[in-house]
């Protein structure tokens, strides 16, 4: 019995063409809890973090056989399509991204690579991929094999974020399946694709459901998420393995999986055999190329020159607050207060009072009020000296004209100054010149008529008008608006 139970441990451990011990897989990955990447920022992040070869085969591989929900029709594509699709047609998919992901199908598939990353948990949610970023929550890794294509690859809580809303229609009034047991029964029941691909590898991805997958498909000591790590098994290997697992759940264990080997297709339920690898072996995948290597380390000088100009500034902002600069003094004002408005007036009252002071600043000097006042204000008081025309030279029987006599009233009068006085001639030809123009606007007679001058016929005289009509300019006339209150002045 004892003999039987070591033959079949032997059998166990070199059925898919390792032993047990040598499966090596780094000592920081052995817990669940350190399976995302550790690296300082700035630095990048390379082909065999990533396990960049694994990812090639993933998404290079041309087998059509997954179901599309979300295309037209429901054909049968590859599972880079498929994935990509799934992503694309996300809720939380940006516009631009989508528009990227259209013109740039490189780009789409980059963006695939690191979202299945970020899907499996190798990528966390304090990754970001562009090199501006400021806040202090992530850390900044440039990606060298992943951007070729200039494209944002955006942060890992944008990604995470697309990847949770990534379900099929009918998922979202529903929870979706969150098990191994439940995607098989729903598949089993006739329900093709049973959840979306996004959330299937989620649900292999639980620690939850770490141990089930793992005594159901693998052989100890692989699970799943060992597929993702730097272990000593072919990249090739372990992607056929991957999409081995994507047709068991999404087209229903009962079918023929194209991704079967003679041992899967022997022994329903396990994954294919994986190729373990020697050292050197090993050494030969996931090598980065010389441009990248250089691409990464620009990246990493352009972060470090970012960051010492963020540290600097935020300095220099610090000391400004510390010690805020003194505020410029204001500039001296043109306006004058209302007090000097009412020293001015009181100055002017006191010249009309005395016109032979007018001109004359020094016969005011010992006056206690208004020109003492100002003379202690902080402001000089301005020289106002009132402009006097030279009229000599005029004939005063001619008259003047609509623009002469607007020259003489603005250089000859106070526009501060109130006067209800009766003007000159000129000013009254002026007024009646005014009236006509705005007769002629009108379109009649000014409001309220003329009053009749001395000697004029205009009006027929009661004494010798009898059986006269009275003309139609003596009948009176109804107020016709605002400006029957003006008179017309001849």
Not at 134 to 156: C, E, F, I, M, W
Not at 259 to 281: A, C, I, K, N
Not at 363 to 375: A, F
Not at 427 to 445: H, I, P, Q, S, T
Request: charged share 25%.
């Amino acid at each position: 019995m004892a003999s039987s139970s070591s033959a079949d441990q032997r059998y166990a451990a070199n059925i898919q063409g390792w032993n047990i011990q040598q499966v090596n897989t780094p000592p920081q990955y052995l817990g669940r809890k350190t399976l995302p990447i550790k690296r300082a920022d700035a630095e990048p992040l390379t082909r065999e973090d990533l396990q960049y070869d694994l990812l090639y085969y993933i998404f290079v591989d041309p087998t059509k056989a997954f179901v599309d929900y979300l295309a037209p029709n429901r054909p049968l594509v590859n599972f880079c399509d498929l994935y990509v699709n799934a992503l694309y047609n996300s809720p939380k998919c940006s516009k631009v991204l989508k528009d990227k992901m259209v013109e740039t199908p490189a780009f789409a598939i980059e963006f695939a690579k690191i979202a299945l990353l970020t899907n499996v948990g190798r990528i966390n949610t304090t990754m970001a991929f562009f090199p501006e970023m400021k806040t202090a929550l992530r850390s900044y890794h440039p990606v060298p094999s992943l951007q070729k294509t200039d494209g944002n690859l955006q942060d890992a809580p944008r990604i995470k974020n697309c990847l949770k809303a990534a379900l099929l229609p009918f998922e979202f009034k529903t929870p979706p399946p969150s098990t191994p047991a439940e995607i098989i029964e729903k598949a089993r029941a006739g329900q093709i694709p049973p959840t979306s691909v996004v959330n299937l590898i989620f649900v292999l991805s639980n620690s939850n459901n770490a141990m089930a997958v793992a005594q159901k498909h693998f052989d100890p000591p692989v699970e799943f998420l060992d597929l993702f790590l730097p272990i000593n098994l072919s990249s090739e290997s372990r992607a056929r393995v991957f999409l081995w697992l994507m047709f068991h759940y999404l087209q229903g264990p009962d079918r023929p999986n194209p991704f079967d080997d003679e041992y899967s297709r022997t022994h329903p339920g396990r994954v294919p055999r994986m190729q373990p690898l020697t050292r050197e072996q090993q050494a030969l995948e996931n090598v980065d190329p010389i441009d990248e290597v250089e691409w990464g380390r620009r990246m990493s000088a352009l972060r470090s020159k970012f960051l010492r100009e963020l540290v600097d500034e935020m300095e220099a902002e610090k000391r400004r607050k510390k010690n805020p600069p003194l505020p410029p003094p204001p500039a001296p004002s043109a306006s004058y207060t209302a007090q000097e408005l009412a020293v001015m007036r009181q100055v002017r009252a006191q010249r009309q009072e005395d016109p032979r002071s007018r001109g004359s600043s020094q016969s005011h000097e010992g006056q206690g009020g208004g020109l003492g006042t100002y003379e202690s204000s902080s402001r000089p008081i301005p020289h106002l000296e009132p402009f006097r025309p030279d009229l000599s030279g005029e004939d005063p029987n001619q008259e003047r004209t609509m623009l002469q006599q607007a020259w003489h009233v603005i250089n000859s009068t106070d526009p501060l100054e109130d006067s209800d006085k009766e003007e000159d001639e000129h000013v009254r030809l002026d007024y009646n010149r005014r009236m006509r123009v705005l007769a002629r606007l009108r379109g009649k007679e000014p409001t309220p008529e003329p009053e009749p001058q001395p000697g004029s016929s205009s009006h027929p005289n009661p004494a010798h008008g009898q059986g006269t009509q009275p003309s139609q300019s003596s009948q009176p006339s109804q107020p016709t608006g605002r400006l029957q209150h003006v008179q017309s002045w001849r």
